[in-house]
């Protein structure tokens, strides 16, 4: 009466959470008004409302609907469905976090089935199977009735579970329906591991519910090691690439520093060569254009005495009175002191000579006949 596809051994024993009186349950289901053998499938159609409306293109709304539909029709809100699409179903359901998934029982019914009354009033009204399913799976059912609702069932198969099942159910006949679907999520892959069939006593039924979930609980502990293995080798993985990655960061950086400090000292060497060159030639200019130093025994004329920094020495210069202070400054020049990196301050009064007027003379400035200089680098 029901196709139940097991992979591991027919003698497991059940979980002894799952024990229920299946012969009680089967008694009180008997007590249901029952179908009369003459009843036909055109009599069972005839003036009801469908549980989903014919050419329903909204999930929600037709969901909404059969539940409203099935209470009218049976005295019971029945399973407590899914409401949505297949795909957020199979989604919610089996792709969920690890503790929170559940097998996906996929109802089908079909008012044409002779079985489809009798199914409806004895297993899904009956508060075990409802109570049951709503504590172990994730329920989603459709109509499909009329033959638009059958093509949209079947579309949404290939669709979201696979064409091997769109076709599976396709070509079952009227009578076999209702259908329960149970289908499981075995190495991250759909897997349908039981096809319950509306002919199915109410026992049957739910031993069967029983046993797909032992059968899914199974696939799913071994989904679970299966995951946090692969987690625990991808977090080493992981790891091992951060580390590799930081290193190569830390070796790349510490090229980036050594090529941009080889860059530096070689812009500062260049440019320290620039000026050496700039200097050198400086010095060569003032040295050529400096007048020849009067002799001791020529008149009007100064002695300067040059004090250096850092006890560096002293140097010593005659110069005529009407030369200027640009010359001594191209005489410190052609002695390597360039303009600009010093003070030449004379003792009294105290002045700095840079500051001066450099046309103006030694005359002028009365540093003559002698005068003692301070010459501090800035």
Known sequence: ?????????????MDTDHVIDLEKFDDDANSLPQLSNTTTATNITSNRELLIPDRCTDD????????RVFHARFGSTGPILYIGSLDQAIQDSLFTSRNERRPLAIYLHNDRSVCAKVFCAQVLAS???????????VVWAWDITTDANRTRLLE????CIGPQYAQRIAVMEKDAFPLILILIRSRGSLELISVIEGKSTPSEVLLNLIQSHDLYEQQRQR???EEISREKRENLKKQ??????RSLEADLAKERARVADERRQKEEHDANERLKQKQLQQQQECRARLPEEPSETEKDITRLKIRLPNNEGILMRRFRINDTL???FDYLTSQGRMFGD??????YPKRDLTQLNRLDTFEQLKLYPQEQLILENL
Do not use: C, M, P, W
């Open 223 to 225: 989904d679970v090691e």
């Open 326 to 328: 640009q010359i001594l």
């Open 1 to 13: 009466n029901s196709t139940l596809i097991k992979h591991e051994s027919e003698d497991e024993t």
């Open 342 to 347: 010093y003070k030449l301050l004379s003792t």
């Open 240 to 245: 091992q690439e951060d580390e590799y990655n």
């Open 127 to 137: 508060e075990t199977t409802v109570e049951y399913l709503a504590n172990n799976y």
């Open 156 to 159: 949404t198969f290939k669709r």
């Open 60 to 67: 929600i709304v037709g969901l909404e609907h059969f539940s």
